[in-house]
């Protein structure tokens, strides 16, 4: 079956500027979490999605950043004032419901390479 | 402050040989723990993982460890191949937590040939 998918694969900006990354969670997958890995560090924690609960935002940098999940599937990552310091890999993962799997399992997407000239 | 730790950047090793990946975490609520491979331009995929519960989890040529005592967790594999070389993430959960994930810095292994 189809992996986690994120668009665009890559993203150039101009500093100030708003962009916008998208995730498709893998089918039926009830988690989504947010990730970003700077260049030479590891991965950040940015926001975590479970069902319908509230979001998990204690990631999230600043309140230039913002993320929303519409109908439990895709999520979209918002960077408004984008900044240089922005520039990182943005990773979108999801895990199934933890009643149907054996043990909790992220699978990544390939992620968006953001560079914020 | 790291709650996990990853200290070797980097690691070489010979073809055939065993590669060890270590790992140390702070948090003593975490219960959960989990080994990720990433290769260059793709997401990390899922390797291993090993609970608490268990001071030991074996899946083929991967091997994890954990001493929860000096909270102490690492990676063998054996033999060494290289298409292992790829740079490998250590993750720590606590149930207390939710499945949020802490991520270690990541260690890249070189296997030569």
């Known amino acids: 079956g189809a992996g986690v998918s994120q668009s665009p694969s890559n993203k150039v900006t101009e500093k100030g500027k708003d962009v916008e990354l998208r995730c498709d969670p893998i089918s039926g997958h009830t988690a989504l979490y947010w990730y970003r890995q700077s260049l030479g560090q590891g991965l950040e924690f940015l926001i975590y999605f479970q069902g319908n609960s509230a979001p998990d935002k204690s990631g999230l940098p600043s309140d230039r950043f913002s993320a929303e999940r519409t109908g439990g599937s895709v999520s979209t990552l918002t960077i408004q004032r984008t900044q240089q310091e922005d520039s990182a890999v943005y990773l979108c993962?999801?895990?199934?419901?933890?009643?149907?799997?054996?043990?909790?399992?992220?699978?990544f997407g390939p992620g968006t390479r953001l560079l914020v000239l | 402050d790291q709650q996990v730790k990853q200290n070797s950047p980097s690691l070489s090793v010979q073809e055939g040989r065993i590669s060890i990946l270590n790992c140390d975490y702070t948090?003593?609520?975490?219960?959960?723990f989990l080994w990720y491979k990433k290769y260059p331009a793709e997401g990390p995929t899922f390797l291993i993982s090993?609970?608490?519960?268990?001071d030991k989890n074996e899946d083929g040529r991967f091997t994890v460890f954990l001493n929860k005592s000096a909270k102490h967790l690492s990676l063998h594999i054996v033999p060494s191949q290289p298409g292992d070389s790829a740079v490998y993430f250590c993750?720590?959960?606590?149930?207390?937590?939710?499945?949020?994930?802490?991520f270690g810095p990541g260690t890249r292994l070189s296997v030569l040939p």
């Open positions: 090993i609970s608490s519960i268990k």
């Open positions: 993750a720590a959960s606590a149930r207390i937590y939710g499945q949020n994930f802490v």
């Open positions: 993962a999801s895990s199934p419901p933890l009643r149907l799997a054996r043990q909790e399992t992220q699978y």
């Open positions: 948090n003593s609520m975490f219960d959960y």
